[in-house]
């Protein structure tokens, strides 16, 4: 079924670079259709250099708002009017807002969607019962970080490639500090191990993870997408870990994001999820 697009349409965006691969605009569109809302979610490829250009110019149009992808999910704070909290902790932003006189809200839906996605996929899975481990210290690992101490963990163990990166960030958020040396240890006793590094991407360098040193019932996530099944997941697999996707936190992101962007939650019973999984493999 196709839609109309009129003068009313609400119109939304993924801004990035590169975007054309984004997943966001086949999730919200299907939620938009099946809810029959007068809406269309597209993406904008902004050349590195023109973020702020670009949204100093869109935020007085009638455009809804847009979220932000790689790399500007930091400039996306500076162009902020007002600063969600848990965007202000993560020091990065995903969505923006624009409401009366140019008024831009800035807002980070990737630690609620990290939240979601264990939630759906691992609902046996506690946040404050014990030790969760966080690989990485970029922004993802911040979020991730920030998300698991709201939800009540009082032990989250941060493990980097570049140590000082891990103790900047433990330091600043309140949590512990491991060198990638040091990653048995960290594992011994966690309730879940998440992958906020790149390791993994398609292409990129494997994770070289200690998974065997985690107990029997240590939930594994990657928030890697591309491929579903990491190779970080295809081991805890092996080991008989229980597993969470990232493409479960990119649909999890994305559903604060459409009702912030179109002002209703996203309809029950759209499989998105399958949606997306056939654009991931066509
Ligand atoms: P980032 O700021 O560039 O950080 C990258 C992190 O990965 C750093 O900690 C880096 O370690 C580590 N790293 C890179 N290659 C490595 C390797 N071969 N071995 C070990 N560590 C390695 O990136 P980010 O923005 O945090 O994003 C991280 C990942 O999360 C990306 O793949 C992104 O797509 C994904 N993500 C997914 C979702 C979702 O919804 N599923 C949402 C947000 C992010 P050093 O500090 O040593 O360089």
């Not at 006793?189 to 398609?202: D, H, M, R």
């Given at each position: 079924?196709?839609?109309?697009?009129?003068?009313?349409?609400r119109?939304a965006?993924v801004?990035?670079?590169?975007?054309?691969?984004?997943?966001s605009?086949?999730l919200h569109n299907a939620w938009l259709?099946a809810a029959d809302i007068?809406g269309?979610y597209?993406?904008?490829?902004?050349?590195?250099?023109?973020?702020?250009?670009?949204?100093?110019?869109?935020?007085?149009?009638?455009?809804a708002g847009v979220n932000?992808?790689?790399?500007?999910?930091?400039?996306?704070?500076?162009?902020?009017?007002?600063?969600h909290?848990r965007a202000?902790?993560?020091?990065?932003a995903n969505l923006l807002i624009f409401g009366?006189?140019?008024?831009?809200t800035a807002d980070n839906t990737d630690g609620l969607g990290?939240l979601a996605?264990?939630?759906?996929?691992?609902?046996?899975?506690?946040?404050?019962?014990?030790?969760?481990?966080?690989?990485?210290?970029?922004?993802?690992?911040?979020?991730?970080?920030?998300?698991?101490?709201?939800?009540?963990?009082?032990?989250?163990?941060?493990?980097?490639?570049?140590?000082?990166?891990?103790?900047?960030?433990?330091?600043?958020?309140?949590?512990?500090?491991?060198?990638?040396?040091?990653?048995?240890?960290?594992?011994?006793?966690?309730?879940?191990?998440?992958?906020?590094?790149?390791?993994?991407?398609?292409?990129?360098?494997?994770?070289?993870?200690?998974?065997?040193?985690?107990?029997?019932?240590?939930?594994?996530?990657?928030?890697?997408?591309?491929?579903?099944?990491?190779?970080?997941?295809?081991?805890?697999?092996?080991?008989?870990?229980?597993?969470?996707?990232?493409?479960?936190?990119l649909i999890g992101q994305a559903r604060p994001s459409f009702e912030a962007l179109f002002g209703q939650p996203p309809p029950a019973?759209v499989?998105v999820?399958?949606?997306?999984?056939?654009?991931?493999?066509?």
């Amino acid at each position: 079924m196709s839609r109309t697009v009129r003068g009313t349409t609400r119109v939304a965006a993924v801004v990035g670079h590169p975007v054309a691969h984004s997943l966001s605009p086949i999730l919200h569109n299907a939620w938009l259709e099946a809810a029959d809302i007068d809406g269309v979610y597209v993406a904008l490829d902004i050349a590195e250099g023109g973020f702020r250009h670009v949204v100093e110019g869109l935020r007085t149009t009638s455009l809804a708002g847009v979220n932000v992808t790689l790399p500007f999910k930091e400039d996306a704070l500076a162009v902020a009017t007002e600063v969600h909290p848990r965007a202000r902790r993560a020091l990065a932003a995903n969505l923006l807002i624009f409401g009366p006189d140019g008024a831009v809200t800035a807002d980070n839906t990737d630690g609620l969607g990290l939240l979601a996605a264990l939630a759906e996929q691992a609902p046996q899975f506690e946040a404050a019962a014990g030790p969760v481990v966080v690989l990485g210290a970029g922004g993802a690992a911040r979020g991730a970080v920030g998300a698991l101490l709201d939800a009540g963990c009082t032990d989250v163990r941060i493990v980097n490639r570049t140590f000082a990166r891990a103790q900047a960030l433990a330091a600043d958020l309140g949590s512990r500090a491991f060198a990638a040396a040091e990653a048995e240890a960290a594992f011994v006793g966690a309730g879940a191990v998440i992958n906020a590094t790149s390791a993994g991407l398609a292409n990129s360098g494997a994770l070289n993870a200690p998974l065997a040193a985690t107990p029997a019932s240590c939930v594994v996530m990657d928030m890697v997408y591309k491929p579903l099944i990491t190779p970080f997941l295809a081991q805890a697999q092996a080991l008989g870990r229980p597993i969470v996707d990232g493409l479960a936190m990119l649909i999890g992101q994305a559903r604060p994001s459409f009702e912030a962007l179109f002002g209703q939650p996203p309809p029950a019973g759209v499989d998105v999820r399958a949606l997306a999984l056939k654009a991931l493999n066509p």
